[in-house]
């Protein structure tokens, strides 16, 4: 092979490696841009007013709101309602030595949904009790 030969092929193996690696850049970008879970598991502690850790299943309501109410805690205008509650038969959360998971999303919602939520208020305020 002459020099010639040998600089052509290397000058087409450096383009084909050039395109390849933007045919990668351009997919990898679209597996960035995934659709946002359903459920999003939210973690916390439930104490008495004595500070001792609760156990048992405890009705919770997680509120969703479009401002920050400041030291009032609520603010702005109320955007849904998660109810995890035993009476509906959403499920009330269970506590275990004062620790508890509730996946927000899963219970009753009102007035809106979860999946559209982040994507309607890239901002929004909620109201654990």
């Not at 084909?16 to 916390?44: C, E, F, H, K, R």
């Not at 709101?65 to 309602?81: R, Y």
């Amino acid at each position: 092979m002459t020099g010639e030969q040998t600089m052509k092929k290397t000058i087409h193996s450096a383009r084909t490696l050039t395109i390849l690696s933007a045919v990668v850049l351009a997919v990898s970008g679209m597996a960035i841009a995934a659709v946002p879970p359903a459920l999003v598991n939210y973690q916390g502690v439930l104490r008495d007013n004595l500070d001792n850790p609760l156990d048992g299943d405890h009705d919770m309501v997680f509120r969703f709101f479009d401002a920050d109410g400041g030291a009032t805690c609520v603010g702005g205008n109320l955007l849904l309602t998660d109810s995890h509650l035993v009476s509906p038969g959403t499920g009330a959360v269970t506590v275990t030595g004062g620790l508890f998971n509730a996946d927000l999303g899963g219970g009753n919602i009102t007035p809106g949904t979860e999946s559209t939520l982040a994507e309607t208020f890239p901002r929004q305020w909620r109201d654990l009790p």
